[in-house]
């Protein structure tokens, strides 16, 4: 009797890229561009909910990652996010500081 080989997870392309997350959730996010890195030449802006915010974190190798949230709210203890990739292939929500050295920027359209 012959078995039924199991299915092949389908790959989830958004829980992998930040940016592509971002740009179904925020409207006027430039495209052409296909990584977060080349946010850098926004112009930089008041945050707000509904918008998104850069950031650069220092990654073990020495080099630098840039990472892009959605803001959902802003709390009086920082900015409450949704994101993808920020863990590996995962969604998520978590809050960032105001204060945060890891933000280089916000920006709306």
């Known amino acids: 009797m012959l078995e039924e080989p199991e299915p092949i997870p389908k790959y989830d392309y958004l829980a992998h890229n930040c940016l592509a997350y971002a740009r179904t959730k925020v409207k006027g996010l430039p495209t052409g561009l296909f990584d977060a890195k080349y946010l850098v030449t926004l112009p930089k802006k008041t945050p707000i ?3 998104i915010v850069l950031q650069k974190y220092k990654q073990k ?3 630098w990652l840039h990472h892009v949230s959605v ?3 802003l709390r009086e203890d920082g ?3 949704s994101e993808s ?3 590996k292939g995962e969604y998520g929500k978590r ?3 105001y204060d945060s050295p890891s933000i280089v920027l916000f920006w709306n359209p």
């Open 49 to 51: 909910e509904g918008g």
């Open 61 to 63: 190798d020495g080099t």
């Open 71 to 73: 803001i959902e709210e």
């Open 79 to 81: 900015i409450w996010v």
């Open 85 to 87: 990739n920020f863990k």
């Open 95 to 97: 809050l960032i500081p």
